[in-house]
């Protein structure tokens, strides 16, 4: 057993359970190891919540820059959009640990961040939003999307509307916001 496998399988079981329902006794169980055993691989439970954040902060990074690359303005950022509902959707254990910022002693989790901004900053550059801007962008972008997801995720959604077209709304909400982005 390697730390890589020990943070790979509670990342899965963070999908299964809920990362707040995962604990180290959990890990262990699945593991087939003593408790004590995790020990040698994590330091503990806050460790391994953090090693799960560097490992699916690097998967959501991913799956943006794999989603917009050679696209461009609207095309990218729809692109860009259903990718993150995508992981949020398909990972429902892991996306919460997306939201915890970079731990600066964590080289993976700041490189994974760096990737992220990087294809974030690349689709809001197509709209002319660069320097602060962009920083202004990239947290009204990151707000929409993880408000949406969460309350999909949540049963939030109660309504009967399909959600689909919601979301398809609030991405062309936020193309118009963009190319209209006001001057400083």
């Keep these: 057993m390697t730390p890589a496998i020990v943070v790979a399988e509670a990342a899965r079981l963070a999908d299964e359970v809920g990362l707040e329902k995962l ?9 087939g190891v003593a408790l004590p055993s995790l020990y040698k691989h994590v ?15 690097s998967e959501l990074a991913d799956a943006l ?4 690359v050679g696209r461009s303005g609207p095309d990218a950022l729809r692109a860009m959009a259903d ?4 992981y949020a ?3 429902p254990g892991r996306y919460p640990a997306t939201t915890r910022a970079p731990d600066p002693d964590d080289p993976a ?16 550059s197509g709209y002319g939003l660069t320097g602060d801007d962009a920083v ?5 972008l990151r707000s929409s999307l993880h408000g949406f997801v969460s309350l999909e995720s949540g049963g939030g959604f109660g309504m009967p509307h399909d959600v689909d077209r919601s979301f398809r709304r609030l991405i062309s909400t936020l193309d118009t916001a963009f190319r209209s982005w006001p001057e400083r």
């Design 65 to 68: 820059s794999e989603a917009a």
């Design 136 to 140: 202004d962008a990239t947290r009204t």
């Design 89 to 91: 959707r398909t990972h």
């Design 109 to 124: 989790h700041v490189r994974a961040g760096e990737r992220a901004l990087t294809t974030i900053y690349a689709v809001l």
């Design 83 to 86: 990718a993150y509902r995508e």
């Design 23 to 31: 604990t180290l006794a959990v890990v262990a169980q699945r593991l």
């Design 43 to 57: 330091k503990g439970l806050d460790a391994l919540r953090q090693h799960i954040a560097a490992l699916a902060s």
